[in-house]
């Protein structure tokens, strides 16, 4: 067994598609989430096909159920060696009509989730004293903002930040801090934007979703697997000597 990985938010999406990535790759996954019907599906598909995995309930806004995750789940598995911040919310809505409520949401699962799973995975790591690997979910709206995504994109701009700084931080512990930036990903939540988004544009769903499409230059949506292929290679031997980097996956829409 390559060691335990937690991931958060892998009861649906794209943290399901690296639950499944990276036990292939030999860890003992813990699927955490605050869907416990999700997160438990996600973990019967795993012990089936003949992969160690536990299903967690997790609010990541609480930063007291973040660090009990990783004592919970270090307990039984043993040593941390990769944790996931795939966790996150969206809503999709105008600036001027954003409520606080939202934001605040928001702001709390995306960035302060993020910054309470970073502390959480580097205290641990510091305590066995052997390295690690830090995986964040930025995204393609924080690199360049997204209209009707003011909080969402404020959230992964932030993320990418917190990467950085921690990156910088924990180097010299071996302990590296990578992120992912995805384009559009077929996932529930990407069904919701685009729901939401077609409804304020006054258009069909199909017409939002095809616009979208002609942003690609690959010519297709990503799949939860293809962000998967990255975080396996952050964790890789070979991403060994790549921190506080931000990675696009998404078909050729941006290019930095």
Known sequence: ?????????????????????????????????????????????????????????????????????????????????????????????????????????????NLKGTYWGIQAAAKQFLKQGKGGRIVNAASLAGVEASALQSAYSASKFGIRGLTQSAAKELAKDRITVNAYNPGIVRTPLRDGIDKKTSKIKHISVAEQQA??????????????????????????????YITGQSIMVDGGMRYL
């Not at 860890?27 to 869907?35: L, R």
């Not at 996600?42 to 990541?60: E, H, W």
């Not at 230059?217 to 060994?240: H, I, K, L, M, Q």
């Open 1 to 109: 067994m390559a060691g335990l990985a937690i991931i958060t938010g892998a009861g649906q999406g794209i943290g399901e598609g690296i639950a499944y990535r990276l036990a292939k790759e030999g860890y003992a996954i813990a699927v955490a989430d605050i869907n416990q019907q999700k997160a438990d599906q996600v973990v019967n598909n795993l012990i089936t096909q003949g992969f160690p995995s536990k299903a967690y309930y997790l609010d990541v806004a609480h930063r007291d159920e973040v660090f009990n995750l990783v004592n919970l789940a270090v307990s039984d598995f043993g040593d941390l060696k990769v944790f996931i911040n795939n966790a996150g919310v969206a809503f999709i809505e105008k600036f001027v009509d954003t409520v606080p409520e939202d934001f605040e949401r928001l702001i709390d699962v």
């Open 211 to 240: 616009r979208c499409l002609t942003e690609i230059a690959n010519g297709r949506e990503a799949t939860p697997a293809d962000v998967a292929d990255v975080v396996a290679w952050f964790v890789s031997p070979g991403a060994e």
